[in-house]
T-cell receptor, first 116, second 113 residues
């Protein structure tokens, strides 16, 4: 079946511009996560959505970052006034409801963001 | 505040077993050990997880020491496609604990012909 998809696969933007990154989770997965991976770094948690609960935004690095999840499915990560340090691969993952037990997270291929 | 320590890199010959160690000396009783890997230019992929018993699936085996302070991921017959960064992660299990993963630097495994 279809896995997690992300778009665009690559995005080059100028410093100061806003960008939107999209994630389509696996159908039926109620949990959705955003991570980012900077060059040479490990993966860094950004935000977590589960059903209709308030999202866990504890990993967002600044108020320039926001995310929403419409209809419990597609999610959009928005970065306002992009900075060069925002350059990274942004990864989305989804899973079944982790409150019901542990379920593996399925990751998408990521969006490579380059801020010039 | 990394909970795990892994060697930065390892090599393995194709067809041989790859044994990847992980130290997690501060692991608590309700924390599981999870392994993911990330092949170049792809998102991470789940491999296996365990609490205290050894585990095996179609991809790998996980050996956890009796005191649970360390573990070893075993790829029994490594192939070139197993070249990847391997992440050992410690976190609470299911129930009310949600699934945020905290990745460290991982081990770069290179399988050579």
């Amino acid at each position: 079946g279809a896995g997690v998809s992300q778009s665009p696969s690559n995005k080059v933007t100028e410093k100061g511009k806003d960008v939107e990154l999209r994630c389509d989770p696996i159908s039926g997965h109620t949990a959705l996560y955003w991570y980012r991976q900077s060059l040479g770094q490990g993966l860094e948690f950004l935000i977590y959505f589960q059903g209709n609960s308030a999202p866990d935004k504890s990993g967002l690095p600044s108020d320039r970052f926001s995310a929403e999840r419409t209809g419990g499915s597609v999610s959009t990560l928005t970065i306002q006034r992009t900075q060069q340090e925002d350059s990274a691969v942004y990864l989305c993952a989804s899973s079944l409801n982790p409150a019901g037990g542990w379920y593996e997270q399925y990751f998408g291929p990521g969006t490579r963001l380059t801020v010039t | 505040d990394a909970k795990t320590t892994q060697p930065p890199s390892m090599d393995c010959a194709e067809g041989r077993a790859a044994n990847l160690p992980c130290n997690h000396s501060t692991i608590s009783g309700n924390e599981y050990v999870y392994w993911y890997r990330q092949i170049h230019s792809q998102g991470p992929q789940y491999i296996i997880h365990g609490l205290k018993n050894n585990e095996t699936n179609e991809m790998a085996s996980l050996i956890i020491t009796e005191d649970r302070k360390s573990s070893t991921l075993i790829l029994p017959h490594a192939t070139l496609r197993d070249t990847a960064v391997y992440y050992c992660i410690v976190k609470e299990g299911g129930g009310t604990s949600y699934g945020k993963l905290t990745f460290g630097q991982g081990t770069i495994l290179t399988v050579h012909p």
